[in-house]
């Protein structure tokens, strides 16, 4: 029984890159839209907390998506504020009991200071999934209007995993190639700009480019 090879796609810049990950996704004519999505393998040693790599950037052209945020507030005006700005829900220990209940159909996840400290009984629900609300990514805070504002338009989280891979929404197959390649640039100087000081070696070691079903796309780092 023969093992199938899988095509390698190389990419010499990002621009060329974004050109072969559309055209591999319009090919199969999916009946929905398909996000796109990069994945930046970063050198650090993913082990220690002192290099890890996050934080949160306003993508230029946002995610071509609605994007479905709850928020955790005891306070029932910043309640009231947080839906009446756009979130899906908002509560406190009726939202904590939903989550440990299985519910997880939302993009991201604000919280008030306040209420930090009740919400750790659901960070493994949370924290896995990147949805863990962080002071450093904005996420933590008292201007509950602001952060959901925020959100909608297109502000993205990112981390770095165990293996030290940074994931990240950039957008959609059909928006024009220079939006793409405005919110990937966007990203990548985050990324670089939240290098920890005590991570050696190369940076940026591996850059790839994928959409929703499609395969990656790797991009030459010289040209990152």
């Known amino acids: 029984m023969t093992k199938e090879i899988q095509e390698k796609h190389i ?14 996704a319009l090919a199969k004519k999916r009946k929905f839209v398909e996000s796109v999505d990069i994945a930046i393998n970063i050198g650090v040693d993913a082990k220690q907390s002192d290099q890890t790599v996050k934080g949160s ?14 928020v955790f507030a005891a306070n029932d005006d910043q309640k009231k504020v947080a839906l009446e700005t756009g979130a899906i829900m908002a509560g406190f220990d009726d939202l904590v009991t939903k989550i440990e209940d299985g519910f ?3 993009d991201v996840c604000i919280a008030t200071p306040d209420v930090m400290p009740k919400i750790s009984k659901v960070a493994k629900k949370l924290g896995p999934r990147g949805l863990m609300p962080s002071p450093k990514n904005g996420t ?21 995993d165990k293996a030290g891979t940074v994931h990240c929404a950039v957008g959609k197959v059909d928006f024009e190639d220079n939006a793409l390649l405005e919110n990937i640039k966007t990203v990548i100087k985050a990324i670089k700009d939240a290098k920890p000081e005590n ?11 994928n959409s929703t079903m499609g395969p990656s796309v790797q991009v030459a780092v010289e040209s990152i």
């Open 57 to 70: 950037i306003l993508l230029p052209h946002g995610l071509g998506k609605k994007v479905k945020i709850i």
């Open 11 to 24: 990419a010499t810049n990002l621009e060329d890159g974004i050109k072969k990950v559309k055209e591999l």
């Open 199 to 209: 991570a050696k070696g190369k940076f940026i070691k591996e850059f790839f480019l």
């Open 104 to 106: 997880l159909d939302f």
């Open 140 to 160: 933590v805070t008292t201007d509950i209007k602001k952060a959901v504002s925020e959100s909608l338009k297109g502000k993205v989280g990112f981390k770095n």
